[in-house]
């Protein structure tokens, strides 16, 4: 079984920053995604950045480019996202998740962290 946690998150002002962690255990040979998901009150979630584990790059939502940047340990299976000029519209709950390449997709979800973005 793959696992996901997740640490960070919190209130912060507009135009300030934060950095969420995620890290995975378990069964995570087959690891090929892991990504950033965001869900507001009211919205569907949103897919915000991905990075692919092995010989790939990343990808970013427009609305978080520029501003938000994914990355990844080199030594572990955990990752990060860093959110600088964060605005009031940001405020969701985040999720990482992982496709583990078994036809599921991103099948496996951490417990998501609030974030909140004070005007």
């Known amino acids: 079984q793959a696992q996901l946690v997740q640490s960070g998150g919190g209130l912060v002002q507009a135009g300030g920053s934060l950095r969420l962690s995620c890290a995975a255990s378990?069964?995570?040979?087959?690891?090929?995604?892991m990504g950033w998901f965001r869900q507001a009150p009211g919205k569907e979630r949103e897919f915000v950045a991905e990075i692919t584990w092995s010989g790939g790059g990343l990808s970013y939502a427009d609305s978080v480019k520029g501003r938000f940047t994914m990355s990844r340990d080199n030594a572990d299976i955990r990752v990060y996202l860093q959110m600088n000029s964060l605005q009031p519209k940001d405020t969701a709950v985040y999720y990482c998740?992982?496709?583990?390449?078994?036809?599921?997709?991103?099948?496996?979800w951490g417990q998501g962290t609030q974030v909140t973005v004070s005007s």
């Open positions: 998740a992982a496709n583990l390449a078994d036809g599921r997709g991103y099948g496996y």
């Open positions: 378990g069964r995570t040979f087959s690891l090929y995604k």
